[in-house]
């Protein structure tokens, strides 16, 4: 594509139509050291010149201030965008740094109502669960998500890390349009049943951190590289022994990298986008970024296809990985499968 755009495809059978790659604006806020409101600024204009129109974000991303940052952008741009935001992880008010996770139909309705006033819109174009609280049944959940859907306060519904048979539960209650989970070179434990499941329902997959959060780069090393306030310091892989074993993965990665003339990230995006084809469903990655030289290779990463061969070299990568990707695995639909 002579101008750089990227293409688009339909999330999942009961979604919009988006750029193929989508941008995940968390960083913008906090999680990955100091912010530069500027750069991420010129950051989601580039994007949009680049023909990426869907842009993630939850409640939960600096207590709402993700949500306060994209507002203006999201209003200048309202027709071209599709807004993903989640609710779920609660913030108790005499404790800002715990989050407690709420699914109770109460919750959902105060949680969609601040949503809205701190975007500043009259509708959200995909509202995701962002983590599952087993104690609410999610049949209650999801039907009270219906009821904003018919409410004309959102359009479509999405679930985050949730196992196969919760999306089929929830499916069955209202049609699900994305499941978000974490899926990368390093982290594929959704693809023996979530991605079966979501290929059968017509649900896309939105894969977060198909980055590795920024390891699979090659940008950090080691925990220790990052700011004392930097989340990924608390993520297992990250550490110690796992982080020196970890960064010895990426020589087959740089491998192919070589043979493409691209960077390590863009291969690492370039598997993404692939396993569309892989495993016949649609994959929208929300890589993170907030300079728009990465926003610039990182949809490059579109058109970079691999061999089969390449392929298979890649696919062993992943059963090699040292640590989980969270400290308590718990909240994944890992850790219910």
């Excluded at 990227?6 to 806020?29: F, N, R, Y």
């Excluded at 940052?69 to 071209?80: G, I, Q, V, Y």
């Excluded at 999801?142 to 196969?164: F, I, Q, Y």
């Excluded at 892989?278 to 929300?286: C, G, K, S, Y």
């Amino acid at each position: 594509m002579t101008d750089g755009r990227i293409t688009t495809a339909k999330l999942g059978d009961h979604g919009p139509e988006v750029g193929v790659q989508g941008l995940g604006c968390m960083g913008m806020s906090f999680a990955y050291g100091p912010v530069d409101a500027e750069a991420s600024r010129a950051t989601l204009e580039r994007a949009l010149e680049l023909g990426v129109t869907f842009y993630d974000t939850a409640d939960a991303y600096g207590a709402g201030e993700n949500e306060r940052f994209l507002s203006p952008f999201f209003k200048a741009h309202r027709d071209e965008v599709v807004i993903a935001t989640k609710f779920a992880l609660s913030i108790p008010p005499d404790d800002p740094t715990r989050r407690v996770i709420r699914n109770d139909p109460p919750y959902i309705r105060q949680a969609v109502e601040a949503s809205l006033k701190r975007l500043d819109v009259d509708v959200i174009d995909l509202y995701y669960m962002h983590r599952r609280d087993v104690n609410v049944p999610i049949e209650e959940s999801v039907g009270t998500m219906a009821d904003l859907v018919r409410e004309g306060k959102v359009k479509h519904l999405g679930l985050s890390e949730v196992t196969a048979d919760e999306l089929r539960a929830a499916h069955a209650v209202h049609p699900i349009a994305a499941v978000q989970s974490e899926w990368s070179l390093f982290s594929r434990d959704i693809e023996p049943k979530v991605v079966p499941a979501a290929r059968d329902l017509g649900v896309a997959l939105v894969p977060y951190s198909p980055l590795g959060r920024g390891f699979l780069t090659g940008s950090f090393a080691k925990a220790e590289d990052l700011t004392p306030d930097d989340f990924r310091r608390q993520q297992p892989r990250f550490t110690g022994e796992n982080a020196t074993a970890n960064a010895t993965l990426l020589e087959l990665i740089r491998s192919v990298a070589k043979a493409h003339d691209a960077s390590l990230g863009q291969i690492a995006l370039a598997w993404a986008h692939q396993q569309a084809t892989v495993h016949d469903l649609p994959v929208i990655p929300i890589p993170g970024t907030r300079k728009p030289s990465r926003v610039e290779e990182n949809t490059a990463a579109t058109r970079i296809v691999l061999t089969d061969e390449q392929l298979d070299l890649l696919d062993g990568i992943a059963a090699q990985v040292a640590g989980n990707r969270y400290a308590d695995m718990a909240f994944t639909s890992a850790g219910r499968e």
